[in-house]
């Protein structure tokens, strides 16, 4: 089974950047679907991005242009590019695979990382 840890939050000033990873373990990358999700205190946990073996990503409408994700199989690692961030942006962020396709939902997902927090203030 893929195991997930996520890394590279922190606090950041509105207007910057942060590049998440989600490294994994376990299993053949390029076999999976690997969701980036998020949540912010108060509020459900939602997809904000996926990208398939093949390639092809999908992502959140209130992430378009913003968002950027991207994965290396030789390093078995997604990653989530995170530019212009914004308040709004503040929530804990998770990794999570699927086994096929993409997801707009959680539950079409069966592995997740811990989460990793993301901060956006001045």
């Known amino acids: 089974q893929l195991r997930l840890v996520e890394s590279g939050g922190g606090l950041v000033q509105p207007g910057g950047s942060l590049r998440l990873s989600c490294e994994t373990s376990?299993?053949?990358?390029?076999?999976?679907?690997i969701g980036w999700f998020r949540q912010a205190p108060g509020k459900e946990r939602e997809g904000v991005s996926c990208?398939?073996?093949?390639?092809?990503?999908h992502y959140a409408d209130s992430v378009k242009g913003r968002f950027t994700i991207s994965r290396d199989n030789a390093k078995n690692t997604v990653y989530l590019q995170i530019d212009n961030l914004k308040p709004e942006d503040t929530a804990i962020y998770y990794c999570?695979?699927?086994?096929?396709?993409?997801?707009?939902?959680?539950?079409?997902?069966?592995?997740w990382g811990q989460g990793t927090q993301v901060t956006v203030s001045s």
């Open positions: 999570a695979a699927a086994t096929g396709s993409c997801s707009r939902y959680p539950g079409g997902f069966h592995s």
């Open positions: 990208i398939v073996g093949g390639g092809i990503r």
């Open positions: 376990g299993s053949t990358l390029n076999s999976y679907a």
